[in-house]
């Protein structure tokens, strides 16, 4: 009887160990998770959005990317690029892609480019936040950091409040990184300091930061230079003039309210 238990035993431990596989453990191990969320609102022209569909493609073919991936402990990062607008609005353009090689950078690019451009109504930025957050969650990899790049040119207007989501993405070990892009003077549903916005109400986690695009000459570098330093865990160069320092802190809810204030009207 002994020796019948020790066999049950022995086999036993021999399924779980078949179990445990490399395959079965099997995430992908990555130096870097990145959910490039772009904001697709009818705010955003279509020449705004074919710049910015440029400068992240042509972020991924720069070769100084593909030396900063190279230089990671494993060399090898997973980008997930997705576009969004109101609450509901978010799709996937292109799906988790580990990126380890400079073919494999060039086809994702490409994927990028050559996507037909859309537009959808109303800005939800919780909403673009909490869509990334899932898709981190099932990237299918095991990334030493986890990043969500988010772009847009206005404030949230619909869905929960941003702060709570952005929250919600920093308890959970994600840094939330900016663009916000402030090409054109300020019309109604517009805020005139996007960059104070995004600094108080969007970004945020270990190593937050954010690069404003202010002229359209600067959309591609801008974006190139953000893409390289988030590969690069990298934090950029301090501003040459600093703001002034008593302009009052960010209304995180100043969307919601130029909406409301619109319709009501």
């Not at 009887?1 to 086999?11: D, H, I, K, N, S």
């Not at 772009?38 to 992240?56: K, Y």
């Not at 609450?87 to 353009?93: F, S």
Request: glycine share 8%; proline share 5%.
């Amino acid at each position: 009887m002994v020796r019948q238990g020790l066999a049950r035993l022995a086999a036993g431990l021999g399924v779980i160990l078949a179990l445990w596989t490399p395959e079965a453990r099997a995430e992908t191990e990555v130096d870097l998770a990145l959910v490039v969320a772009v904001d697709i609102s009818f705010s955003m022209d279509t020449d705004e959005q074919a710049l910015q569909r440029e400068g992240f493609a042509e972020a991924f073919r720069s070769s100084l990317v593909h030396d900063a991936i190279r230089g990671g402990v494993l060399g090898k990062i997973a980008v997930a690029y997705m576009e969004w607008a109101g609450a509901a609005d978010q799709k996937i353009i292109v799906p988790w892609t580990v990126l380890d090689s400079r073919e494999g950078l060039m086809a994702f690019a490409d994927k990028i480019a050559s996507t037909p451009l859309s537009r959808a109504q109303r800005t939800s930025i919780s909403g673009a936040l909490d869509f990334s957050v899932k898709l981190l969650d099932e990237s299918g990899v095991l990334a030493t950091r986890r990043v969500i790049d988010v772009s847009g040119d206005g404030p949230n207007n619909q869905g929960r409040g941003v702060e709570e989501a952005r929250g919600d993405a920093i308890a959970k070990g994600i840094t939330v990184n900016g663009l916000p892009i402030m090409l054109r003077k300020p019309g109604y549903l517009d805020i005139p300091e996007l960059d104070v916005y995004y600094k108080e109400c969007v970004i945020g986690g270990q190593g937050a930061f954010m690069v404003p695009v202010r002229e359209r000459d600067q959309f591609v570098s801008a974006i190139k230079t953000k893409i390289l330093l988030e590969i690069a865990d990298l934090m950029p160069p301090p501003p040459r003039i600093e703001r002034i320092q008593n302009i009052p802190r960010a209304n995180c809810f100043t969307g919601e309210m130029q909406w409301r204030e619109r319709w009501n009207n």
